[in-house]
T-cell receptor
Framework: EAGVAQSPRYKIIEKRQSVAFWCNPI?????LYWYQQILGQGPKLLIQ????????DSQLPKDRFSAERLKGVDSTLKIQPAKLEDSAVYLC????????????????FGPGTRLLVL | DAKTTQPTSMDCAEGRAANLPCNHS???????VYWYRQIHSQGPQYIIH???NNETNEMASLIITEDRKSSTLILPHATLRDTAVYYC??????????????FGTGTRLKVLA
């Protein structure tokens, strides 16, 4: 079974530029997550989708970050314009479980995209 | 607003058991505890999860106290490849009615040869 794919793996941009990250979840996984992981910290959830609908984007800085999941499969996360403090690893994860149901849920993470904003 | 507290770092001799503690004193009755690990430059990898009972799989054992306020992840025979950051996570119900993982800062485990 193929895992969660992300690209690019690394990106270096200057502040005020824009950048986009791509994620392809595990086949059949309805729920998709984007996390931000700043160096030395645990991942922080930015947004979660169920199929192509946003379930929770309360932690997404909407003035500069946007995300979409067209057709309920692949997803893109965009930052425009980038700030120095956006330097981090952006992780995508997917799961079979619904984010609105209790019980067990295992999330499968991709390798992440490491962003450096200069 | 992490719901878990873990030691910042730990060392363990190769071949010995690694016991990683986690405090989650504010956990609610239906919130699961998950453990993931993150090896350098990779995404977090699922290890094990539990609600009330102790759990064991091919990777590790999870011991949850009766009051559910703390747990311990046990790697029975640590190898050098187990060197990683280990995250204890609670899957919480948010005010918007969705569930999400809350990561803490994790424990950096170093297995020594």
């Amino acid at each position: 079974e193929a895992g969660v794919a992300q690209s690019p793996r690394y990106k270096i941009i200057e502040k005020r530029q824009s950048v986009a990250f791509w994620c392809n979840p595990i086949s059949g996984h309805a729920t998709l997550y984007w996390y931000q992981q700043i160096l030395g910290q645990g991942p922080k959830l930015l947004i979660q989708f169920q199929n192509n609908g946003v379930v929770d984007d309360s932690q997404l800085p909407k003035d500069r970050f946007s995300a979409e999941r067209l057709k309920g499969v692949d997803s893109t996360l965009k930052i425009q314009p980038a700030k120095l403090e956006d330097s981090a690893v952006y992780l995508c994860a997917s799961s079979l479980a619904s984010p609105t149901s209790g019980g067990r849920e295992t999330q499968y993470f991709g390798p992440g995209t490491r962003l450096l904003v200069l | 607003d992490a719901k878990t507290t873990q030691p910042t770092s730990m060392d363990c001799a190769e071949g010995r058991a690694a016991n990683l503690p986690c405090n989650h004193s504010t956990i609610s009755g239906n919130e699961y505890v998950y453990w993931y690990r993150q090896i350098h430059s990779q995404g977090p990898q699922y290890i094990i999860h539990g609600l009330k009972n102790n759990e064991t799989n091919e990777m590790a054992s999870l011991i949850i106290t009766e009051d559910r306020k703390s747990s311990t992840l046990i790697l029975p025979h640590a190898t050098l490849r187990d060197t990683a950051v280990y995250y204890c996570i609670v899957r919480v119900l948010t005010t918007s009615g969705t569930y999400k993982y809350i990561f803490g800062t994790g424990t950096r485990l170093k297995v020594l040869a």
